[in-house]
């Protein structure tokens, strides 16, 4: 037989409240899941109030009835009772008993929770209803309201969590001595490579001010912290140094604007603090301008920065620094990217090991189609070369070449609540006319990253 269409669904449900109101429909009659579509199909006609009265039927029957919740908290949103909405959804999660009603139950949260404005709370119950969505469609469907969510939402939450160990915790040299005015000079364990493992944390806040027709808003914060924990083999090498003394945290506070459209152009101010072991390192106060153009199915970006570093540890070493940064990000067959950049940096200072200009290329690929077992490829290499005009080692100046490469693969196999681990793998190496700054790098770091 044909499905009753909405008007006789609706006359369904109307004709099972007036026998549930008069005691005409004993509760034999009556099985619980021809309540739970007249409760649905009232709520879809627009009829919360009759859906409520369905829904509560339904709870005197059974007060563990998680569906019966679900219908509950969608009706009383739709009547503006967004507070008592969420407390029905949040029950709803409670008493579910499989992965179909923990979904409408986390459906029902969000939906309540961005009514009332709390647009930070409802992304993560779409996280919760992708994480439990009984299908690929269903997961599709949580991750849309979640971008649209997203979108609506004037703050943005960023948390970055990693553990690296790596092979040069200090920047230290690689070289165990090297000669000066024709003497042989040996590097102090401390000032040549220490192993360990880096433990960063990042979280990162921004609010958007309401749009205007020219432009957008933001305020930002960001805090960030780096601990070292050194390995037995680096504190054999260097008894005096503690993983401490390479600690690294920063603060900052920024002020955007951007404009989008064909041709997008954004501002924004830094002030920033570091530290370093634990001592204060430097303020800074930076500009960036930038614009971006779409050619076709690439679009070219370019920037300039501006930058004035205050050192606390030594005032010499202060710094006034000159970015010029441009590139190309290209769609390419499959939906692979390709980002290529080059970039220009001059940075003026007292101090002869700050004062220098660099030159650099970059390259980024991304690949759109994941590997077997889910894993998402992602390749990027780096090149850099820096100049010192003056050097206390060397009459001609120094001439640093810095070769960078990483291999990323992220886990999605092993997503929750929208995040999945990334494996990166980096390699790094300096060569130098100086050999004090021959350096080498090897790091594995495990993070996350969202996957919608």
Same mark, same amino acid.
């Given at each position: 037989?044909? =499905?009753?269409?909405?008007?006789?669904?609706?006359?369904?449900?109307?004709?099972?409240?007036?026998?549930?109101?008069?005691?005409?429909?004993?509760?034999?009659?009556?099985?619980?899941?021809?309540?739970?579509?007249?409760?649905?199909?009232?709520?879809?006609?627009?009829?919360?109030?009759?859906?409520?009265?369905?829904?509560?039927?339904?709870?005197?029957?059974?007060?563990?009835?998680?569906?019966?919740?679900?219908?509950?908290?969608?009706?009383?949103?739709?009547?503006?009772?967004?507070?008592?909405?969420?407390?029905?959804?949040?029950?709803?999660?409670?008493?579910?008993?499989?992965?179909?009603?923990?979904? +409408?139950?986390?459906?029902?949260?969000?939906?309540?929770?961005?009514?009332?404005?709390?647009?930070?709370?409802?992304?993560?119950? #779409?996280?919760?209803?992708?994480?439990?969505?009984?299908?690929?469609?269903?997961?599709?469907?949580?991750?849309?309201?979640?971008?649209?969510?997203?979108?609506?939402?004037?703050? %943005?939450?960023?948390?970055?969590?990693?553990?690296?160990?790596?092979?040069?915790?200090?920047?230290?040299? %690689?070289?165990? %001595?090297?000669?000066?005015?024709?003497?042989?000079?040996?590097?102090?364990? !401390?000032?040549?490579?220490?192993?360990?493992?880096?433990?960063?944390?990042?979280?990162?806040?921004?609010?958007?001010?309401?749009?205007? +027709?020219?432009?957008?808003?933001?305020?930002?914060?960001?805090?960030?912290?780096?601990?070292?924990?050194?390995?037995?083999?680096?504190?054999?090498?260097?008894?005096?140094?503690?993983?401490?003394?390479?600690?690294?945290?920063?603060?900052?506070? +920024?002020?955007?604007?951007?404009?989008?459209?064909?041709?997008?152009?954004?501002?924004?101010?830094?002030?920033?603090?570091?530290?370093?072991? +634990?001592?204060?390192?430097? !303020?800074?106060? =930076?500009? !960036?301008?930038?614009?971006?153009?779409?050619?076709?199915?690439?679009?070219?970006?370019?920037?300039?920065?501006?930058?004035?570093?205050?050192?606390? &540890?030594?005032?010499?070493?202060?710094?006034?620094?000159?970015?010029?940064?441009?590139?190309?990000?290209?769609? #390419?067959?499959?939906?692979? =990217?390709?980002?290529?950049?080059?970039?220009?940096?001059?940075?003026?200072? &007292?101090?002869?090991?700050? !004062?220098?200009?660099?030159?650099?290329?970059?390259?980024?690929?991304?690949?759109?189609?994941?590997?077997?077992?889910?894993?998402?490829?992602?390749?990027?290499?780096?090149?850099?070369?820096?100049?010192?005009?003056?050097?206390?080692?060397?009459?001609?100046?120094?001439?640093?070449?810095?070769?960078?490469?990483?291999?990323?693969?992220?886990?999605?196999?092993? &997503?929750?609540?929208?995040?999945?681990?990334?494996? =990166?793998?980096?390699?790094?190496?300096?060569?130098?006319?100086?050999?004090?700054?021959?350096?080498?790098?090897?790091?594995?770091?495990?993070?996350?990253?969202?996957?919608?």
């Amino acid at each position: 037989m044909p =499905r009753p269409g909405p008007i006789a669904r609706l006359a369904g449900a109307a004709a099972l409240m007036l026998a549930l109101a008069v005691g005409a429909a004993p509760a034999r009659d009556l099985t619980p899941d021809q309540m739970r579509r007249a409760g649905y199909d009232a709520q879809a006609a627009g009829q919360a109030e009759l859906a409520v009265q369905i829904a509560q039927a339904l709870i005197a029957r059974d007060p563990a009835d998680a569906v019966a919740h679900v219908i509950l908290s969608r009706a009383l949103r739709d009547l503006g009772r967004f507070d008592p909405a969420a407390t029905a959804a949040r029950r709803a999660w409670a008493l579910a008993t499989d992965d179909a009603q923990r979904y +409408g139950a986390a459906l029902a949260a969000a939906q309540a929770l961005s009514s009332a404005g709390q647009r930070t709370a409802a992304q993560l119950w #779409l996280r919760r209803a992708a994480q439990v969505a009984p299908t690929p469609l269903a997961r599709t469907i949580a991750e849309r309201d979640h971008a649209y969510v997203r979108s609506r939402n004037p703050w %943005s939450l960023r948390l970055d969590l990693s553990v690296a160990p790596s092979s040069n915790v200090n920047n230290g040299s %690689s070289q165990d %001595s090297f000669d000066f005015l024709g003497l042989p000079f040996v590097l102090s364990g !401390d000032a040549r490579a220490l192993s360990g493992v880096e433990t960063r944390l990042g979280l990162s806040a921004r609010y958007r001010l309401p749009p205007s +027709g020219r432009g957008q808003t933001a305020l930002r914060l960001s805090l960030q912290q780096t601990v070292v924990d050194l390995s037995e083999a680096a504190r054999t090498q260097a008894p005096g140094a503690r993983g401490s003394d390479y600690d690294f945290a920063a603060v900052e506070a +920024g002020l955007s604007w951007q404009r989008p459209g064909r041709v997008g152009w954004g501002v924004e101010a830094t002030l920033g603090h570091n530290l370093y072991g +634990g001592a204060p390192l430097s !303020d800074y106060l =930076r500009l !960036d301008l930038t614009a971006d153009r779409r050619l076709g199915r690439g679009r070219a970006f370019a920037g300039l920065g501006l930058e004035r570093q205050i050192r606390r &540890d030594l005032a010499m070493r202060s710094a006034s620094i000159l970015t010029l940064r441009g590139g190309w990000t290209q769609p #390419l067959a499959r939906g692979d =990217r390709l980002q290529l950049a080059a970039g220009a940096r001059r940075s003026l200072s &007292d101090a002869v090991e700050i !004062d220098h200009t660099a030159l650099t290329l970059s390259a980024d690929w991304q690949r759109a189609a994941p590997l077997p077992m889910d894993l998402r490829l992602g390749l990027s290499l780096g090149v850099e070369a820096r100049d010192y005009a003056i050097s206390p080692y060397t009459a001609d100046g120094r001439q640093d070449l810095r070769l960078t490469g990483a291999v990323s693969l992220g886990l999605e196999r092993l &997503d929750y609540l929208g995040f999945h681990p990334v494996l =990166r793998i980096e390699a790094g190496q300096v060569r130098s006319n100086v050999a004090l700054y021959d350096s080498q790098t090897l790091g594995l770091s495990l993070g996350l990253r969202s996957s919608f």
